[in-house]
Every structure is written in C-alpha cells, then in structure tokens.
C-alpha cells in the first residue's frame, strides 16, 4: 500500500472511531466496530489488540508469545528492509526440524540481531521457524524491555535453560562472546574476542545439537562504543553503560540504532552427535570444537565486510 493509501485508510478508521464514541459506544466497541473500515490483516491486528488489552493471549512455558510477535513484525521489516537493508545467505544451512544450536557473533548492546537472525529466517527459509536466543541476566531487570525480550524469544542464558530447550526439539541462538562482545570498543569491530570455556559446545555435544556457526556484518555499527561510564554502570547493575556519538547526549533520540548495512551468513553446520554426550567432558574436543566455530564466524565476517563495502552508503 502506498503512503498516501495508507493516510486514507487512517483516516476512515479515525472518522469511523469519532462516529462511533459521538453515537455512544464504549471505547472497545467503538475500535472493534471501526476496524471493519480496514483492510483484513489490519483489521485481525486491531482485534488481536483489543483481545490482548484484556489478557487474553497465548505464552508458551518460557514467555515466548508468538501473535506478539506478528504483531509487532511489521516495524522489523521496516528495519530489516529498509533501515539495515539486510542480506542473508545460506540460510538453507539451518535444518528445518529438530534441535539445532545457533552460534552467532554479537554487537550491538541491544539484541537486534537476534531479532534480524530470527528475520531472516522467516523470510529466506523454506521452512521457517521462531529461534528462542539466551539473554544475559541483567537485561531482564529493565522495565518493560525484559517483558519483550521473553516475548519476542529471549530466554535467561543459562547451560541449563539452553539444554532445556534443545531437549525440546528448540532452534537456539546463542552468543558466545557474550558481554564481551556486545560490549567491546568501536576500535575492535569484527574481531571476534574470546569464546570462553566453550560452554554451548558442551550443551551441543550434550544434545547431540548440530552447532550452525552465523556471521553479522552490520550490527558493530549501530552503536559505535567510544567510551563506558562505569560509575552509571555501577548504579544501573549493568556490565557496562556504554558512550556512543548519539548516547546518552541526544537523549531517548540517542537510541535509535543508526542505518548500517547489514549481512548474515550462515554456514554449513557442525555436527556434533556422532560424538556422544560423554564428549561433553572431554575438555581438548570441546575447546577444539569452539575453535573451529570462532574460525569459522571470523573468516565469514572478514568475507562479508568485503562483500558489503561501506556501511552507509
């Protein structure tokens, strides 16, 4: 629909909102009578609302709402399409049934891309599904952010809670570099730190999980790290409070991540089942292993910045 289709239909939708509150009507029956003014996927998005307002909506066991996310799709398209005009490729390399691990390089502070991750799944595979992706401690204690994050997907990161998950036949992102990682200088941009002790390796071989390693070219950009202010972290219970050219000087403004390029590229996966899970305690397999996935991410990272080229332009 066009912007000047999409202004008329607001506008026949609010005349019909005032016709209906002037003739009487209760606030919830006006809005329900007034979508039949909109064309059927908006029409089902208000009423989904309206019946939400009430309470009346589906979780799964781990917060995950799954209408929730389809309502709020739109706006991640806008930002997948057109914002970050992301790319990806060999999402095909992501088996479309049973338990498989994600493994992706972070950035970003946010977790936008576990959301773009989760995207480019449902628009590129031919067999879609919803990733679940583990969430550092921390972002769980933000008002109001931590009730999205659960449902738009995100779980408390934890060995346990992502074992969980893969014994229930679960898609899960996972972030090895964790905070490190979302938290490093602008200076060091896609140079991969650390994978710790290789704790998602251990699940994975505990699982029998095939490990998918993703590469994100795009989300180092949305918020350039120039400094900390470890004073605010302190008071906040954050790892870090991070200075960007936007934040926190313009404000709630300073949030909006800036229009980067995006590419994601997932590789052919590693299986581990052949193993057995009694490789999980084998410390030189497991660390092995995590090696080659951090390879393996590094040197997509360093293919796709040449592919991308510049980041705003």
């Known amino acids: 629909m066009t912007p000047t289709g999409q202004i008329e239909m607001a506008a026949r939708f609010l005349a019909a909102l005032r016709e209906g509150l002037d003739a009487g009507a209760e606030l919830p029956d006006a809005l329900t009578r007034s979508a039949a003014v909109l064309p059927g996927d908006a029409r089902e998005r208000v009423r989904a609302a309206l019946r939400r307002l009430s309470g009346d909506y589906p979780e799964d066991e781990w917060g995950f709402d799954e209408e ?3 309502m709020v799709e739109p706006a991640f398209e806008f930002l997948y399409e057109r914002w970050w005009r992301v790319r990806a490729g060999g999402v095909a390399n992501v088996p479309a049934h049973g338990r498989v691990l994600l493994a992706a390089n972070h950035a970003g502070i946010l977790p936008w891309d576990a959301m773009m991750i989760s995207l480019a799944i ?3 595979h031919p067999l879609p599904r919803y990733p679940r992706f583990l969430v550092l401690n921390w972002a769980f ?6 009730v999205a ?3 738009l997907g995100g779980v408390v990161a934890s060995p346990h809670n992502a074992s969980r998950l893969l014994e229930q036949d679960r898609l899960l992102a996972v972030f090895p570099e964790g905070v490190k990682g979302a938290g490093k200088p602008f200076s060091e941009r896609y140079r991969l730190q650390r994978f710790g ?3 998602f390796v251990e699940v994975a071989l505990r699982t029998g999980a095939p490990i ?3 590469a994100v070219v795009g989300s180092e950009e949305i918020y350039p790290k120039l400094g900390e202010a470890p004073l605010l972290a302190r008071l906040l219970r954050a790892p870090y409070f991070p200075l960007t050219p936007t934040f926190p000087w313009l404000g709630p403004i300073g949030v909006v991540p800036l229009p980067s390029k995006w590419r994601i590229e ?3 996966p590693i299986e581990t089942a052949a193993y057995g899970p009694a490789a999980a305690d084998d410390r030189a397999l497991v660390l092995e292993l995590s090696e080659q996935v951090r390879e393996t991410i590094q040197g997509k990272l360093y293919e796709s910045l040449v592919k991308r080229g510049r980041a705003f332009v």
């Open 141 to 146: 204690e933000l008002p109001y952010v931590s």
């Open 68 to 70: 929730f996310v389809r």
């Open 212 to 214: 998918v390693p993703v």
């Open 197 to 199: 002790r290789g704790g």
């Open 149 to 151: 994050i659960r449902k």
């Open 266 to 268: 997932f590789c052919e």
């Open 122 to 124: 449902q628009r590129e």
